[in-house]
């Protein structure tokens, strides 16, 4: 079967780095999507990485090992708005997409 | 502009009953979907369509309908709710149909809840 693994909730402190890890399984493989959802809302787009290596914008940065099956998001500098649920999704090979459940990131003072 | 319009955002209805939700985009985008999220699950997609008059099943199909009629709305039908069609309901779009690796851009959601 197809499978996204994400961690169920992550906690970190204010202005520090946290790594979201996303592992995936599917059949093919045609590009990966994070995408972020504060509670009660709709999911907005981050990035998309069909090719292997770092991408960055601004103080988020999305990371992708097609031969691992694994990528990540990385936010620095973190502020209390980024409090927030964050969905990995793979295209696989029919063009499908499939969703991890996502990870809730808590930010602390 | 708006972007995509859902409503209502929050329902109650009684097991039996028929619902439609309403989903309109302002961005002529091709492609339209209705996903579900449940807590502790992924996204589900439930219908697609591709383009104006046509619609394809999804993942979770199963209770619901869907209709096409132009580029603009995506109604979603319930036509006899059940206990477990109780979800947070999201219409989206994309300006890139059939290959999925294009932005999905997310109407606010609807909360139904089906007693």
């Known amino acids: 079967g197809q499978n996204i693994d994400q961690p169920t909730e992550m906690t970190a402190t204010e202005g520090a780095i946290v790594q979201i890890n996303c592992t995936y399984q599917?059949?093919?493989?045609?590009?990966l999507f994070w995408y972020q959802q504060h509670a009660g809302e709709a999911p907005t787009f981050l990035s998309y990485n069909v090719l292997d290596g770092l991408e960055e914008k601004g103080r988020f940065s999305s990371f992708l090992s097609r031969s691992k099956g694994y990528s990540y998001l990385l936010l620095k500098e973190l502020q209390m708005k980024d409090s927030a649920s964050y969905l990995c999704a793979v295209v696989d090979s029919n063009y499908q997409l499939i969703w991890g459940a996502g990870t809730k990131l808590i930010i602390k003072p | 502009t708006a972007g995509i319009t859902q409503a209502p955002t929050s329902q109650i209805l009684a097991a039996g009953r028929s619902m439609t939700l309403r989903c309109t985009q302002d961005m002529r985008h091709n492609a339209m979907y209705w996903y579900r999220q449940d807590l502790g699950l992924g996204l589900r997609l439930i219908h697609y369509?591709?383009?104006?008059?046509?619609?394809g099943k999804g993942e979770v199909p199963d209770g619901y309908s869907v209709s096409r009629a132009n580029t603009d709305d995506f109604p979603l039908t319930l036509a006899s709710a059940v206990p477990s069609q109780t979800s947070v309901y999201f219409c989206a779009s994309s300006d890139s149909p059939s290959s999925n690796t294009g932005e999905l851009f997310f109407g606010e959601g609807s909360r139904l809840t089906v007693l």
């Open positions: 369509s591709n383009t104006a008059g046509t619609t």
């Open positions: 599917t059949s093919g493989f045609n590009g």
